[in-house]
C-alpha cells in the first residue's frame, strides 16, 4: 500500500526513484496566493495565524490526473516561507517541492512560482509550510486529484466531496513554540483539536439523507496521532494517499501527524444532526473536539454523549494498519489494474537503516537520524548541486546505519543511484509516534 505519510513504531519501506517527462498537452490550472498574517480565534482566544488569500485553512486544489499545477505564492509575511506538497510526486524536480536544503526560501516581499505537474497521480492529499514552525499558525489546505473522466472508479460518485483538515492546536504562536526548542524544552501538551481551523463545535457538514458523501480526511497537525469517527454511522475506506484500497467498513479511524484517508459514509440514521469527533491518542490526557454532520432535514440538534474512541491501545492502532490493503483489481490513474509485485524478487541493492533520536545540542532541543541532526547552508543543496559550488556539504555525511554515536550537528546528506531499489528501515526507540515524509517519493510498505 502506498502511504506518504505512514506513521510507525518500526517498518521497512523500498523505494523506487522515477522520472517522468511532463507532457505539454496536459491542462494547465493557475492559482495565485497571497500568503499574510492575519487575526484566527479556532480557540476563542485572538492569534496571529498565516492566511491564504484571507483563509484559513488555505484554499482547496482541485486538480486532475496529469494536469499541471502553477501556483504563484507571494510571501507578504516578515519572515521567509516555503510550501510543501505532501504526497505530490516529484519526478526530477526536487526543487519545486519547498523545503529547507531543495528550494531558496520566499524572502519577505516576494514571489516564487511552483510548477507542478500530478502526473499519473489520484487521490487525497494536503499542503503545508514547511519553515520556521509556520505549520503552527496555518498555511495549509487540501489537495484533490481526481480520476480523469474516462478511468473507471471503483466506487459510484458521490453525492458530494468533503475536505476535513484535523489537527493538534497551540495557542502559542509559531515564534513561541519555536522559542521554547530553541531553549531547551520539549513541546507542550497541545491545548485544543481543530477540524478545518474551527474548535469546539465549530465547523459543520451539510448532507442529504440517503445519501452518500466522500470525505477526505488529513491530520495536519505537529506532534499528535488522533483518532476520527462520526457518531451513529460506520466509514468506508475507499482510498489512502492515491492508493484504492479494499473497501472495509470502520467505526474509527486513527490518522497519524501527515496522513490522509478518503471514507465513505452513507446517511442512513434518521433525520437530526451528529457528532463529528476528533481527539488524541496515545496521551495521559485525552482531547477530543466536534463538528456537527447536518442532515438538510433535521429537526433535531446534535444530542446524547460524545462518541469515545480509542485511547492508548497502541496493538488497536497497530492491528488496523495492517487491515488496510490495495485494491489490486482497480483502476489507478491508468484504466488497468494496478497489479502486484514479488518482493523477494525485487533487486535491493542497498539497505538503509535510520534510527531517529532527541537530545540537546548546545542548549537547543534537537532531533536526529543516525546521531546526526541537520543544519541547513545558506546555498540550497540543489542548487550547490547544479552549480558545483564546493564545500557546502558532503554527500555520506549521514552514515546508512545507527553509530550509537552522541548526537552532532551536520548538514546530513545521503546518496542514492537513479532508479535504484533502496530498502529503509525504521526505528524509533522514543515514546511518541513518528511520522517520516519521504519528500516528493511514494514507497511501497513491506513489513
Not at 142 to 171: E, H, Y
Not at 359 to 369: I, T
Amino acid at each position: 500500500m502506498v502511504r506518504k505519510g505512514w506513521s510507525f513504531w518500526q517498518g521497512y519501506v523500498v523505494l523506487l526513484a522515477l522520472a517522468v517527462v511532463v507532457k505539454a498537452e496536459s491542462p494547465y490550472r493557475f492559482f495565485d496566493w497571497n500568503v499574510t498574517y492575519g487575526d484566527i480565534f479556532p480557540l476563542g482566544v485572538r492569534q496571529q495565524g498565516i492566511l491564504i488569500n484571507g483563509q484559513f485553512p488555505g484554499p482547496d486544489i482541485y486538480s486532475v490526473t496529469n494536469d499541471n499545477l502553477i501556483i504563484n505564492v507571494q510571501n507578504n509575511l516578515d519572515e521567509p516561507f516555503l510550501l510543501s506538497w505532501n504526497g505530490l510526486q516529484q519526478r526530477r524536480n526536487s526543487y519545486e517541492d519547498g523545503v529547507y536544503g531543495t528550494t531558496c526560501p520566499i524572502p519577505p516581499g516576494k514571489n516564487f512560482t511552483y510548477i507542478l505537474q500530478v502526473k499519473d497521480q489520484i487521490g487525497s492529499f494536503f499542503y503545508f509550510p514547511s519553515l520556521a514552525f509556520h505549520k503552527a499558525a496555518g498555511g495549509f489546505g487540501g489537495i484533490r486529484v481526481l480520476s480523469r473522466p474516462r478511468i473507471p472508479v471503483p466506487f459510484p460518485d458521490p453525492a458530494g466531496d468533503f475536505t476535513l483538515l484535523i489537527g493538534d492546536w497551540f495557542k502559542n504562536d509559531h515564534r513561541q513554540l519555536k522559542a521554547m526548542l530553541d531553549g531547551g524544552h520539549k513541546l507542550p501538551f497541545p491545548d485544543g483539536i481543530l477540524i478545518n481551523g474551527h474548535g469546539l463545535n465549530g465547523a459543520s457538514f451539510t448532507v442529504e439523507q440517503g445519501k452518500t458523501y466522500r470525505f477526505r480526511i488529513s491530520n495536519v497537525g505537529l506532534q499528535n496521532s488522533l483518532n476520527f469517527r462520526i457518531q451513529g454511522h460506520k466509514m468506508k475506506l475507499v482510498e489512502v494517499e492515491g492508493t484504492h484500497t479494499v473497501q472495509t467498513i470502520y467505526e474509527s479511524l486513527d490518522v497519524h501527524v501527515g496522513q490522509s484517508y478518503s471514507v465513505l459514509v452513507t446517511m442512513d440514521q434518521a433525520a437530526q444532526d451528529f457528532y463529528i469527533v476528533a481527539s488524541t491518542r496515545f496521551t495521559d490526557n485525552i482531547l477530543s473536539t466536534t463538528a456537527t454532520l447536518h442532515y438538510s432535514n433535521s429537526n433535531k440538534a446534535v444530542s446524547g454523549p460524545i462518541p469515545a474512541g480509542p485511547t492508548d491501545q497502541i496493538d488497536w492502532s497497530l492491528n488496523q494498519a495492517r487491515s488496510i490493503r490495495t485494491n489490486l483489481t482497480a483502476s489507478g490513474p491508468r484504466p488497468n489494474p494496478q497489479g502486484s509485485y514479488h518482493y523477494g524478487l525485487i533487486n535491493i541493492t542497498r539497505t538503509i537503516k535510520v534510527v531517529s533520536s532527541a537530545a540537546q545540542v548546545k542548549g537547543k532541543q534537537r532531533y536526529a537520524v543516525n546521531s546526526v541532526s541537520f543544519v541547513p547552508t545558506d546555498t540550497p543543496l540543489k542548487l550547490a548541486d547544479y552549480f558545483k559550488i564546493g564545500g557546502v556539504f558532503r554527500v555520506g555525511s549521514i552514515p546508512d546505519n545507527p553509530t550509537g554515536q552522541n548526537m552532532y550537528l551536520d548538514t546530513s546528506v545521503m546518496g542514492a543511484d537513479y532508479r535504484a531499489f533502496v530498502e529503509i528501515v525504521f526505528e524509533n526507540h522514543e515514546n511518541i509516534v513518528q511520522t517520516w515524509h519521504i519528500d516528493g517519493y511514494a514507497f511501497w510498505v513491506v513489513g
